[in-house]
């Protein structure tokens, strides 16, 4: 079993679908993180919870809509995406927000049709 | 504000010899720095991480970095190569500024190519 799991792995969606990515930590960490990983581009860091809070939306657009119901489960709402959310979207947690690695899980490649 | 700066997009070493990927750092206070491996299709799997411990570094699939803060460097070697080692290389810095979120910030990546 994989410390950080997420789901589905790979995902097609139209523009005007709705779907969502899961990210399921069992390490019992507190700090959870979604990523995304365009082709050419550095790791991009979307949203940063802490202890199921908020603590950071980085200029991310709504279309993308976070949901941390407790410190294991982290999910991200699509709704109206465009081509270019393309990417793979890499869901990490830490143990707390103070510095120590992230453990990452193995990512939901989307595409955007 | 911290930053990372991996000098070389791409590197390319045959089988058995040294690889050395370099990692540049800007932070201001003391770093937390990281390097990870990305395979095809996968996530990002730690390989070796400093925290103001030991300067050198010994990392996993026989990788070691050295912290050098006199050059603000942290470069990853491996002596020798081994096909199993192309990948996609992340050398980040962790953010204990003022915000302290942890997050990490990634330099933009060095994809290794081994030649047989």
Same mark, same amino acid.
């Given at each position: 079993?994989?410390?950080?799991?997420?789901?589905? #792995?790979?995902?097609?969606?139209?523009?005007?679908?709705?779907?969502?990515?899961?990210?399921?930590?069992?390490?019992?960490?507190?700090?959870?993180?979604?990523?995304?990983?365009?082709?050419?581009?550095?790791? @991009?860091?979307?949203? +940063?919870?802490?202890?199921?809070?908020?603590?950071?939306?980085?200029?991310?657009?709504? #279309?993308?809509?976070?949901?941390?119901?407790?410190?294991?489960?982290?999910?991200?709402?699509?709704?109206?995406?465009?081509?270019?959310?393309?990417?793979?979207?890499?869901?990490?947690?830490?143990?707390?927000?103070?510095?120590?690695?992230?453990?990452?899980?193995?990512?939901? #490649?989307?595409?955007?049709? | 504000?911290?930053? +990372?700066?991996?000098?070389?997009?791409? +590197?390319?070493?045959?089988?058995?010899?040294? +690889?050395?990927? #370099?990692?540049?750092?800007?932070?201001?206070?003391?770093?937390?720095?990281?390097?990870?491996?990305?395979?095809?299709?996968?996530?990002?799997?730690?390989?070796?991480?400093?925290?103001?411990?030991?300067?050198?570094?010994?990392?996993?699939?026989?990788?070691?970095?050295?912290?050098?803060?006199? @050059?603000?460097?942290?470069?990853?070697?491996?002596?020798?190569?081994?096909?199993?080692?192309?990948?996609?290389?992340?050398?980040?810095?962790?953010?204990?500024?003022?915000?302290?979120?942890?997050?990490?910030?990634?330099?933009?990546?060095?994809?290794?190519?081994?030649?047989?």
């Amino acid at each position: 079993e994989t410390g950080v799991t997420q789901t589905p #792995r790979h995902l097609v969606m139209g523009m005007t679908n709705k779907k969502s990515l899961k990210c399921e930590q069992h390490l019992g960490h507190n700090a959870m993180y979604w990523y995304k990983q365009s082709a050419k581009k550095p790791l @991009e860091l979307m949203f +940063v919870y802490n202890f199921k809070e908020q603590t950071e939306n980085n200029s991310v657009p709504s #279309r993308f809509s976070p949901e941390c119901p407790n410190s294991s489960h982290l999910f991200l709402h699509l709704h109206t995406l465009q081509p270019e959310d393309s990417a793979l979207y890499l869901c990490a947690s830490s143990q707390d927000p103070g510095g120590t690695e992230a453990f990452f899980g193995q990512g939901t #490649r989307l595409t955007v049709v | 504000a911290q930053s +990372v700066t991996q000098l070389g997009s791409h +590197v390319s070493v045959s089988e058995g010899a040294l +690889v050395l990927l #370099r990692c540049n750092y800007s932070s201001s206070v003391p770093p937390y720095l990281f390097w990870y491996v990305q395979y095809p299709n996968q996530g990002l799997q730690l390989l070796l991480k400093y925290t103001s411990a030991a300067t050198l570094v010994k990392g996993i699939n026989g990788f070691e970095a050295e912290f050098k803060k006199s @050059e603000t460097s942290f470069h990853l070697t491996k002596p020798s190569a081994h096909m199993s080692d192309a990948a996609e290389y992340f050398c980040a810095v962790s953010d204990r500024g003022s915000s302290n979120t942890g997050k990490l910030i990634f330099g933009q990546g060095t994809t290794l190519q081994v030649k047989p």
